[in-house]
C-alpha cells in the first residue's frame, strides 16, 4: 500500500498566549486545545496568571496543552514583571521553562538604554545557555521609526544575526517592519534558527503580526524550507486578533494560521511521496516547490562571562 500523500509534520505547532490579547492567557490555553494545537508559548507579562507557573502548570494539565516556550518578559509595559533587573527575569524565565518541561526561552536583545545588560548580553547569554538544556532563542527585531526617521532602540542591535548567539528566533512580523529579507535572515541564522514567530506584515513601520498569508512574507516558503530541512525546532502563532469583532472571528483566524502552518510543513512530504493513482473525479495537484533554508557553519564561541547570572512596544507581540 503506497504511503500517504501527506504526512503529519514532526514539528509541533504551538499558540503563543499573547495571540489571544486582550483576552487571557487561560483562554489561550482553552483556544489551543479546542483547536487542536500542539501546546503553547506562554508570554510573560502583566497577566498574573502567566507570571504563576503552578497557575500555568493547572491550565496545561486542565487542557491537556503542554507549555512549548517560554517568552521572558521583555516588553515596555513588562519591565517591572519579576523584578527590574533583566538578568533576574531570564533566571526566572529559564526556570519556568524548566519546571513546565517547555525547551526553549525567547528572549529580545535589550533596549539601548539598558547599557550594562547590552554590554554583556552577548557572553550573558551565552552562560547562562551553558547552565541549561532550555535553549535561549535571541528573536529579531526591527528599528523603531517616525515619519522618515528610523531610531536605533536595541543594542548590539535589531538584526541579531550579526552577533554570536546559540539560538535564535526568527519573527516575520518583525522582518516585515525591519523590511528585511526573511530567507536571507533564516538563512544567516542556519542550523542556529530554534524557533520560529509565524506572522505576516506588509512591510508598515507598526508591527502588524498578520495572520500568515495575508501580507507579504515568504512564510509559506519558510516553513516548507524547514520542513525538508528537518527542522526540530518549535513554529509559534503569534498574530494579532485585537481588532476580531468575537470570539468567534478570533477562534477563525487562529484556526486559519494553525491550517496554515500545517499545511506548509506538510508540503515537502507530499512532495517526496509516491503519487497516488488518478481518479476521473479528483486532478492531480502538484505540491509546491520547496526551497532549502541554507546552513551557515556555527562561528566560533564568544570568550568572557556576563557579571550578572528582552523588547518592543506595549502590549504582547
Same mark, same amino acid.
Given at each position: 500500500?503506497?504511503?500517504p500523500?501527506v504526512?503529519i509534520?514532526?514539528?509541533?505547532?504551538?499558540?503563543?498566549? $499573547?495571540?489571544?490579547? #486582550?483576552?487571557?492567557?487561560?483562554?489561550?490555553?482553552?483556544?489551543?486545545a479546542?483547536?487542536?494545537?500542539? =501546546?503553547?508559548?506562554?508570554?510573560?507579562?502583566?497577566?498574573?496568571?502567566?507570571?504563576?507557573?503552578? @497557575?500555568?502548570r493547572? *491550565?496545561?494539565?486542565?487542557? &491537556?496543552? #503542554?507549555?512549548?516556550?517560554?517568552h521572558?518578559? !521583555?516588553?515596555?509595559?513588562?519591565?517591572?514583571?519579576?523584578?527590574?533587573?533583566?538578568?533576574?527575569? *531570564?533566571?526566572?524565565?529559564?526556570?519556568?521553562?524548566?519546571?513546565?518541561?517547555?525547551? /526553549?526561552?525567547?528572549?529580545?536583545?535589550?533596549?539601548?538604554?539598558?547599557?550594562?545588560?547590552? %554590554?554583556d548580553?552577548?557572553?550573558?547569554?551565552?552562560?547562562?545557555?551553558?547552565?541549561?538544556?532550555?535553549?535561549?532563542?535571541?528573536?529579531?527585531?526591527?528599528?523603531?521609526?517616525?515619519?522618515?526617521?528610523?531610531?536605533?532602540?536595541?543594542?548590539?542591535?535589531?538584526?541579531? /544575526?550579526?552577533?554570536?548567539?546559540?539560538?535564535?528566533?526568527?519573527?516575520?512580523?518583525?522582518? $516585515?517592519?525591519?523590511?528585511?529579507?526573511a530567507?536571507?535572515?533564516?538563512? %544567516?541564522? &542556519?542550523? %542556529?534558527? =530554534?524557533?520560529?514567530?509565524?506572522?505576516? =506584515?506588509?512591510?508598515? $513601520?507598526?508591527?502588524e503580526?498578520?495572520?500568515?498569508?495575508r501580507?507579504?512574507?515568504? !512564510?509559506?516558503?519558510?516553513?516548507?524550507? *524547514?520542513?525538508?530541512?528537518g527542522?526540530?525546532g518549535?513554529?509559534?502563532?503569534?498574530?494579532?486578533?485585537?481588532?476580531?469583532?468575537?470570539?468567534?472571528?478570533?477562534?477563525?483566524?487562529?484556526?486559519?494560521? *494553525?491550517?496554515?502552518?500545517?499545511?506548509?510543513?506538510?508540503?515537502? @512530504?507530499? @512532495?517526496?511521496? #509516491?503519487?497516488p493513482?488518478?481518479?476521473?473525479?479528483?486532478?492531480?495537484?502538484?505540491?509546491?516547490?520547496?526551497?532549502r533554508?541554507?546552513?551557515?557553519?556555527?562561528?566560533? %564561541?564568544?570568550? =568572557?562571562?556576563?557579571?550578572? #547570572?528582552?523588547?518592543?512596544?506595549?502590549?504582547?507581540?
Amino acid at each position: 500500500m503506497a504511503d500517504p500523500v501527506v504526512r503529519i509534520p514532526d514539528t509541533k505547532v504551538a499558540l503563543s498566549t $499573547a495571540s489571544v490579547y #486582550p483576552e487571557s492567557t487561560a483562554t489561550a490555553f482553552e483556544i489551543a486545545a479546542r483547536l487542536g494545537y500542539d =501546546g503553547v508559548e506562554v508570554m510573560v507579562w502583566t497577566d498574573p496568571v502567566s507570571q504563576d507557573i503552578e @497557575a500555568l502548570r493547572r *491550565l496545561s494539565d486542565y487542557h &491537556g496543552v #503542554p507549555v512549548l516556550a517560554v517568552h521572558a518578559p !521583555c516588553l515596555l509595559i513588562t519591565q517591572r514583571v519579576w523584578s527590574t533587573d533583566p538578568w533576574v527575569k *531570564l533566571q526566572r524565565a529559564r526556570a519556568a521553562a524548566e519546571k513546565l518541561g517547555a525547551s /526553549t526561552v525567547v528572549v529580545h536583545p535589550p533596549f539601548r538604554w539598558q547599557r550594562q545588560y547590552a %554590554r554583556d548580553f552577548v557572553t550573558g547569554i551565552w552562560r547562562m545557555a551553558d547552565e541549561t538544556d532550555v535553549r535561549f532563542a535571541v528573536e529579531n527585531m526591527y528599528p523603531w521609526r517616525y515619519r522618515d526617521r528610523e531610531m536605533p532602540a536595541y543594542a548590539p542591535g535589531w538584526d541579531v /544575526t550579526q552577533e554570536d548567539y546559540r539560538h535564535f528566533t526568527v519573527d516575520l512580523s518583525h522582518t $516585515a517592519t525591519s523590511r528585511s529579507d526573511a530567507m536571507a535572515m533564516a538563512g %544567516r541564522m &542556519g542550523d %542556529r534558527l =530554534g524557533h520560529v514567530h509565524l506572522a505576516d =506584515g506588509n512591510g508598515s $513601520a507598526k508591527d502588524e503580526h498578520l495572520v500568515p498569508g495575508r501580507g507579504t512574507q515568504p !512564510c509559506a516558503e519558510l516553513l516548507e524550507g *524547514l520542513a525538508a530541512d528537518g527542522f526540530d525546532g518549535h513554529v509559534v502563532i503569534e498574530v494579532n486578533t485585537r481588532r476580531a469583532m468575537s470570539a468567534a472571528e478570533r477562534e477563525a483566524d487562529l484556526a486559519e494560521a *494553525l491550517a496554515f502552518a500545517r499545511l506548509h510543513l506538510a508540503a515537502p @512530504a507530499a @512532495a517526496t511521496s #509516491p503519487a497516488p493513482a488518478r481518479s476521473q473525479t479528483a486532478p492531480a495537484v502538484r505540491a509546491p516547490r520547496t526551497p532549502r533554508t541554507p546552513r551557515t557553519p556555527r562561528r566560533p %564561541r564568544s570568550s =568572557g562571562s556576563s557579571g550578572a #547570572p528582552g523588547s518592543s512596544g506595549a502590549r504582547p507581540s
